[in-house]
């Protein structure tokens, strides 16, 4: 599995194609997509099933979901709330007789952190006794000692996941942060 965040898919989709095709991962993650419906035919990937969370918005949000051909999926939810920028995407994979709950999100910084916690513990409570792996850009810098952060890191123990990703996920001159990240059950 892969997490990428692309900030704009479909104007980057050939550099995209080029770098899945020497990765071959059978689940990849996009999010910050920037697709709509409109724009679906043309990010299709040979060997991959698409599921898409479009933004309506505009050039923000949204998430793409490309599974493996060979690998049974079932989409539990695609929760779009568009008014403030945020998707919410959940299959279910079937991988080596083992069955996964893959819980995708992208949170819009935007997106009143409030509302963004009430939605994550529905979601994870429906979904509390899977295999779950949670995965998206959260736009919660773990890398921060916060208040927002040590809540938003309490809800996900409280689920029994573990953050997976310790190193920066992004960097510039200006900050270093991780803000995308992938928890999975202990």
Do not use: W
């Amino acid at each position: 599995m892969i997490h990428i965040n692309i900030n704009g898919l479909y104007h980057k989709f050939e550099k995209f194609k080029y770098i899945m095709k020497t990765n071959r991962n059978d689940l990849i993650i996009v999010t910050e997509s920037h697709c709509n419906i409109e724009s679906e035919k043309n990010i299709q990937l040979k060997g991959y099933q698409l599921y898409l969370s479009p933004t309506t918005k505009s050039r923000s949000a949204g998430i793409a979901i490309y599974v493996k051909e060979n690998i049974d999926v079932v989409v539990l939810e695609n929760i779009n709330l568009t008014s403030i920028l945020s998707n919410i995407i959940v299959i279910k994979i079937r991988c080596d007789l083992e069955f996964y709950t893959i819980i995708a999100i992208y949170r819009s910084p935007s997106f009143k952190y409030e509302l963004f916690m009430d939605q994550l513990q529905l979601v994870l409570n429906k979904y509390n006794q899977e295999r779950v792996i949670l995965t998206g850009d959260f736009n919660v810098d773990t890398n921060k000692n916060t208040n927002r952060t040590k809540e938003f890191l309490l809800t996900i123990a409280a689920f029994n996941l573990q953050q997976r990703i310790t190193q920066l996920t992004h960097m510039s001159r200006k900050s270093k942060t991780i803000i995308e990240n992938v928890f999975t059950k202990k």
